[in-house]
């Protein structure tokens, strides 16, 4: 008698009806969109304060290079000493004062540049002001070296190298991020996907001890059919939340960045520099396009194709320990103590797919972690779009898939046996002697 | 083929336990058979075994004359003593889910359902939560689940923890028509006075093995000390019991009635038979009570135990 269509919809309908599911599930991109608005909405109130910083400038030639922005006035001082002018400052409750004293060699100046405030100021500003004198510096010292500025800017260049593969795909650095973005969402998403839904699973698990039921339906159903149809029920769910999640999200976004006038794209204001200068900028601007165009040169069928199995093959794998470590236990609170040898690989796992995949994706360290099963879900997902060869997914795919029937055959093992036993939180020693009984 | 269920010399290990040790039971079709036992001795995992959660090491089940098959879950209802529902599903939702599993039709669940639930007139529960009844109602809900699929063989585990009396009552003369309907019951209880009242058969576990089984009647039969329970009318109380205390073994009776002067119980001595004790009595006194002392399952139940 198959069962499993029975159990999988009672777990699905079960779980989705839940009151705290359907909360989480619309309440969060609420709470989500909420908090980058408000993040966003304060980022920009902080920066639309206008600032005035005065400038007492003894060497009388770096004046010029201080020009007023939309935020920032700078007020040149003259004709005055430096005790002077931080009273005058204090009084005018200016942000702060820029002391460049006196000098005799421009080389000395560098020594001698000093900033007065009330309060320390941020990382930006110092870093603006200080690029500021150091161009001027730079250019008073090559003109004193005898050199000429102009010809020196006329000599600058700027090289983007063309790259493409022996197969004539043309690449580009941006075609680099672009791959390792898709990657590492699809890793990180992976890791989301098993600690949210592999911890349902085992609460689920944990809820059929605790109320005693298991013992009824297992004397209907085989135990490795009840788990697998919780496992797959609850998968069900978490997709549906995501999806949820997912079409929520963009909406309420649009929604919110069309009310508050805020766009939230552009929340981080250095890469919004960053990318207003580069549109200005024709070879960039170009490089978008090939970005543009890399996106489609991504093996976009092979992304798809794999993201699907190695995404279910590895949270199949994950998940039939949740529901052993379930099974395993009276309540949640006793968990702990075999969550640490599920949590070590999968954090490992990311951590890899970080640190060695974009340093080179294809070396060994990389390589021989997309091959171990409890690694390679992640490592893989992250490197394939770097390009792996289809020997090498559907060997790691053929190892993740052994693994898997071994996880749960070993699950089922500690589930059969674990689901009828109550009072005393087990020991390692005694889930070993489980799996022979 | 008269007997329903056979398990044949079953044994069981549990690491280095053995909870069960070549145990072997035959249940009567059509009867109601105690499945007895100290706690630990072995009970559950033999009704574990029967309902095919557990594998035996060595050793057969025959259902029907067959050996056990997954397909037999359909002719077996199990009421384990660790019981309980999904407490946030509704009543009515949970129990066609477990008819379900036990291979009804959502139409023939529903109807079945309809019938019991208007039998027992628990109809407006059907929309109520697990979590909103109370521990008796759980279990009357737990009841129908139970015996809904009509199986041959139903296997109570202390079916009536958790019920008031009257309910309690309710419930057990379901089981008695449900064994008239033609179920065989396998009842497993401490209770000893619902053994007496339900069980023709009777097997008792102690320590991994069984010490004892067979009917109800003859392990009585077999438990019986040839006692009896007397009660004179005497103006001579001394003295008639001395002469009693002489001739035969006598124990101290607790029997209760209004005016017996002498209470005690007189077992028989190896020839003698009950009329040869009855005349001698009549001949020294009024006879006002006479009955053979008859060894309750208690007794016999506490009797075995501390045998063994």
Not at chain 1, 388 to 410: E, K, N, R
Not at chain 2, 125 to 145: C, D, H, M, R, T
Request: proline share 3%; aromatic share 10%.
């Amino acid at each position: 008698m198959n069962h499993l269509p029975l159990i999988i919809k009672r777990e699905y309908i079960t779980k989705v009806k839940n009151k705290s599911f359907i909360v989480m599930t619309f309440v969060s991109p609420l709470i989500m969109v909420a908090l980058f608005a408000v993040v966003a909405y304060l980022s920009q109130l902080n920066n639309d304060k206008e600032r005035t910083i005065a400038v007492l400038d003894e060497t009388g030639v770096l004046s010029e290079e201080f020009v007023n922005t939309e935020h920032t006035t700078y007020t040149i001082l003259t004709d005055t000493n430096l005790e002077t002018a931080k009273e005058l400052t204090k009084a005018k409750e200016d942000f702060g004062l820029l002391y460049i004293s006196k000098s005799n060699d421009t080389v000395n100046v560098i020594s001698s540049v000093q900033f007065f405030s009330d309060e320390s100021p941020s990382l930006g500003i110092m870093t603006s002001l200080e690029k500021k004198i150091e161009k001027k510096l730079e250019d008073a010292k090559l003109i004193k070296n005898g050199v000429d500025i102009e010809q020196i800017e006329a000599s600058k260049t700027d090289i983007t190298i063309a790259q493409e593969t022996f197969t004539g795909e043309k690449t580009s650095k941006i075609d680099s991020y672009l791959k390792l973005a898709f990657g590492g969402a699809a890793g990180y998403l992976l890791f989301m996907f098993i600690i949210i839904y592999g911890n349902m699973i085992m609460r689920s698990v944990i809820e059929e001890k605790t109320s005693r039921i298991i013992e009824v339906i297992i004397s209907s159903v085989k135990p490795i059919q009840l788990m697998m149809g919780k496992i797959i029920g609850t998968s069900l769910a978490g997709i549906t939340q995501f999806a949820i999640w997912v079409i929520l999200g963009s909406i309420l976004t649009l929604v919110a960045s069309a009310v508050l006038g805020i766009n939230l794209s552009e929340l981080q204001t250095p890469q919004q520099e960053m990318m207003n200068e580069a549109m200005k900028n024709p070879e960039i601007a170009n490089e978008i396009q090939l970005g543009l165009q890399s996106f489609f040169n991504l093996p976009i069928a092979n992304l798809v194709i794999a993201f699907m199995f190695f995404f279910i093959g590895g949270f199949l794998l994950y998940s039939s320990l949740y529901a052993a470590v379930g099974a395993a236990v009276d309540n949640e609170t006793d968990t702990q103590q075999f969550m640490m040898p599920i949590l070590m690989p999968l954090i490992l796992a990311v951590y890899v797919g970080i640190f060695t995949v974009i340093e080179d994706p294809h070396g060994t360290v990389s390589t021989v972690f997309s091959f171990i099963p409890f690694t390679s879900p992640v490592v893989m997902l992250m490197r394939i779009p770097f390009g792996v060869p289809i020997w090498q997914q559907v060997l790691s795919f053929a190892i993740l898939l052994c693994t898997f029937v071994f996880t749960v055959w070993f699950a089922a093992k500690i589930y059969r046996v674990g689901i009828l036993m109550y009072g005393k939180k087990p020991s390692y020693k005694e889930l070993y002697k489980w799996i022979k009984y | 083929m008269n007997d329903l269920l056979v398990a044949d010399s079953v044994s069981k290990n549990f690491g280095d336990f053995r909870a069960l040790n070549d145990v072997s039971i035959s249940v009567p079709k059509g009867s109601i058979f105690g499945l007895l036992g100290p706690n630990g001795a072995g009970k559950t995992t033999l009704i574990r075994i029967i309902n095919q959660i557990t594998m035996p090491d060595t050793g057969r089940v025959l259902l029907d004359g067959e050996p056990l098959q997954p397909e037999h879950v359909r002719n077996i209802g199990y009421l384990p003593e660790e019981r309980g529902l999904y407490k946030s599903m509704k009543v009515g939702e949970q129990a066609l889910y477990l008819a379900q599993l036990k291979g009804l039709s959502k139409t023939e669940a529903k109807q079945r359902l309809k019938y019991w639930f208007d039998k027992l007139e628990i109809g407006d529960w059907w929309n109520k939560k697990i979590q909103e009844l109370s521990k008796g109602q759980a279990q009357k809900i737990q009841f129908i689940v139970t015996v809904l699929h009509q199986p041959k063989l139903l296997i109570f585990d202390e079916p009536f923890s958790g019920f008031d009396p009257i309910n309690a009552n309710l419930i057990k003369d379901e089981i008695l028509q449900l064994r008239d309907e033609g179920a065989t019951v396998i009842f497993s209880t401490h209770r000893m006075e619902s053994v007496e009242e339900l069980c023709d058969h009777i097997a008792l576990i102690h320590k991994s093995n069984k010490v004892l089984d067979g009917k109800l009647t003859d392990i009585k039969r077999q438990f019986k000390t040839n006692t009896f329970e007397v009660g004179l009318q005497t103006d001579r109380v001394d003295e008639v019991t001395k002469i009693i205390k002489e001739k035969f073994e006598v124990f101290p009776s607790t029997f209760r009635n209004l005016n017996d002067d002498v209470k005690l119980n007189i077992k028989l001595n190896a020839t003698d038979t009950s009329n040869d004790l009855l005349s001698f009595l009549t001949s020294k006194a009024q006879v006002h009570h006479f009955v053979e002392v008859v060894p309750s399952a208690n007794d016999i139940f506490i009797q075995t135990v501390k045998n063994n």
